[in-house]
């Protein structure tokens, strides 16, 4: 059973930085695609980056490139998102997703609020 653990949200302010982490199990981590996407209230789930297994090129859609950077450590069956120059529009639940979103299993998100 797939299971998708995210941690690493709260507050911070404009231009500041969070780290997302996520802790997969139940399946063959390395082997997956995996993607990082957000929700913003009264919006549609928005996927924000992707990443293969191993490694190498991202996704980035244009709301969030050069600002935001995935990466995964397979050893650890573990996927980040690094987060820098935080926008107030980047407030949302942020979910990690086993390949892409909406169709992917999503662990139960972590809350990231942006705001001075």
């Known amino acids: 059973q797939v299971h998708l653990v995210e941690s690493g949200g709260g507050l911070a302010q404009p231009g500041g930085s969070l780290r997302l982490s996520c802790a997969a199990s139940?399946?063959?981590?390395?082997?997956?695609?995996m993607s990082w996407a957000r929700q913003a209230p009264g919006k549609d789930l928005e996927w924000v980056s992707g990443?293969?297994?191993?490694?190498?090129?991202?996704y980035y859609p244009d709301s969030v490139k050069g600002r935001f950077t995935i990466s995964r450590d397979n050893a650890k069956n573990t996927v980040y998102l690094q987060m820098n120059s935080l926008k107030s529009e980047d407030t949302g639940v942020y979910y990690c997703?086993?390949?892409?979103?909406?169709?992917?299993?999503r662990g139960q998100g972590t809350q990231v609020t942006v705001a001075s």
């Open positions: 990443i293969y297994s191993g490694a190498g090129d991202a």
């Open positions: 997703v086993k390949g892409v979103p909406p169709g992917g299993p």
């Open positions: 139940g399946f063959a981590f390395s082997e997956f695609y």
